[in-house]
């Protein structure tokens, strides 16, 4: 199976600043690489889809990069609907395989 | 617009079994597939398999082959997912997902609300 890794697992931040998120795959995904946002008690919702397309309706401060096994998620300016934890998913091969799970809190 | 609504919260004892069901609205059921996820608690998120709704094709993660059934009814526009032999770490919300297409690419637009399914004796 394909390990998905997140880098950090937390992160504190503040209301405007840039967040980047790191993941890395055990093995080359090419581009596909999809990005959630998960509040608690919730779905998760789709963000970003094959590692750099915006989901339609997505605020535009949302934006991935990354081929092969790194990729990132960065969030331009946070803001306050912006603290969740955050998901990346690689469906490359099967089964496909999520990582462990980025939590963005309040500094 | 687009709902997935699932069924509610289920206790049960090691050993048996539980089907959850997701019910599709909004949008033509048969024309996606419907994905199963779960996440136990403090843990990731874990793709199970998935329903073509249309022609009902299914494929299953390894992980759970043998114990896991992934169904439709296009009547009802209901997908259901069984799952046999529980055991407690089996405790988890499951959601289903649909697909961005009929042929799943593997990546979920739209989500169910989950469903807890508890494993205690």
């Known amino acids: 199976d394909i390990q998905m890794t997140q880098s950090p697992s937390t992160l504190s931040a503040s209301v405007g600043d840039r967040v980047i998120i790191t993941c890395r795959a055990s093995?080359?995904?090419?581009?596909?690489l999809a990005w959630y946002q998960q509040k608690p008690g919730k779905a998760p919702q789709l963000l970003i889809y094959?590692?750099?397309s915006l989901e339609s309706g997505v605020p535009s401060r949302f934006s991935g990069s990354g081929s092969g096994t790194e990729f990132t998620l960065t969030i331009s300016s946070l803001q306050p609907d912006d603290f969740a934890t955050y998901h990346c998913?690689?469906?490359?091969?099967?089964?496909?395989?999520f990582g462990q799970g980025t939590k963005v809190e309040i500094k | 617009q687009v709902q997935l609504v699932q069924s509610g919260a289920e206790v049960k004892k090691p050993g048996a079994s539980v089907k959850v069901s997701c019910k599709a609205s909004?949008?033509?059921?048969?024309?996606?597939?419907v994905h199963w996820v779960r996440q136990a608690p403090g843990q990731r998120l874990e793709w199970m398999g998935w329903?073509?709704?249309?022609?009902?094709?299914?494929k299953y993660s390894q992980k759970f082959l043998g114990r896991v059934t992934i169904l439709r009814d296009t009547s009802t526009s209901i997908a259901y997912m069984e799952l046999t032999s529980l055991r407690s770490e089996d405790t988890a919300v499951y959601y289903c997902a649909r697909d961005v297409r009929s042929e799943p690419w593997g990546f979920f637009d739209f989500w169910g609300q989950g469903t807890l399914v508890t494993v205690s004796s």
């Open positions: 909004g949008y033509t059921f048969t024309s996606y597939t």
């Open positions: 998913q690689q469906y490359d091969s099967y089964p496909w395989t």
């Open positions: 329903i073509n709704a249309g022609n009902g094709n299914t």
């Open positions: 093995q080359s995904i090419s581009i596909w």
């Open positions: 094959k590692a750099s």
